[in-house]
């Protein structure tokens, strides 16, 4: 199954509807989508590492335009369709200790967060609902976005076809790992972050 989903994906990166693809669930990914676009950066990436660059500029972009998106759902309708959003992923109980760290942090806090495998959606919506800046939201995000995506793409444009034969050769292996970063994300979120009855603001 794995394989075939692999090599699925490397068939489909050579499609003219690849990219587009790519950018809508970027789009979707930073404010209501479950799974990061780096299930198909990478191997997009991997079959044409010349367009890593370019692959990264769309997430980028995509994600940051998504991330507004997350900021108004958080900002105008929170009581309706952000705190289902936030509940349908178990996200409750860190909304509250988000709210505390912008009061005392600001900028910090989506700097790190958006370099972390905590799910960036978490960062959009308590922006918006915390009334965070949106020019310091959107300017930070496209310097976090952009920082991780970039990264990521010069890493797979340097070394695409060794990682490509090392995933080709370790594709279970490569998968858990995946799996585990992004269920790292929801663990941070769930067991890490004080619900929103213990957390005070200083």
């Not at 960062?123 to 609902?129: A, K, L, P, Q, R």
Request: charged share 10%; with cysteine.
């Amino acid at each position: 199954m794995l394989r075939r989903f692999y090599d699925w994906m490397i068939r489909i990166s050579e499609s003219p509807r690849a990219v587009w693809a790519l950018g809508i669930v970027s789009f979707a990914e930073s404010s209501f989508f479950p799974f990061p676009p780096d299930v198909m950066l990478v191997p997009m990436a991997v079959a044409q590492p010349k367009k890593a660059w370019f692959y990264a500029a769309v997430c980028t972009v995509t994600s940051v335009l998504g991330g507004v998106l997350g900021y108004l759902i958080g900002w105008l309708l929170y009581d309706t369709v952000g705190s289902w959003l936030i509940s349908a992923y178990g996200y409750e109980h860190g909304v509250e200790q988000f709210r505390c760290l912008y009061a005392q942090y600001g900028s910090w806090i989506i700097l790190i967060k958006g370099l972390t495998p905590i799910p960036y959606k978490i960062v959009t919506i308590t922006s918006g609902f915390a009334g965070y800046s949106l020019f310091w939201f959107v300017l930070l995000s496209l310097l976090t976005r952009g920082a991780r995506f970039f990264i990521l793409a010069g890493f797979l444009n340097l070394f695409g076809e060794r990682i490509r034969a090392f995933i080709e050769k370790h594709l279970a292996l490569v998968a858990i790992a995946f799996v585990a970063v992004l269920v790292g994300g929801f663990f941070v979120v769930e067991y890490l972050m004080p619900s929103s009855g213990t957390a005070t603001c200083q």
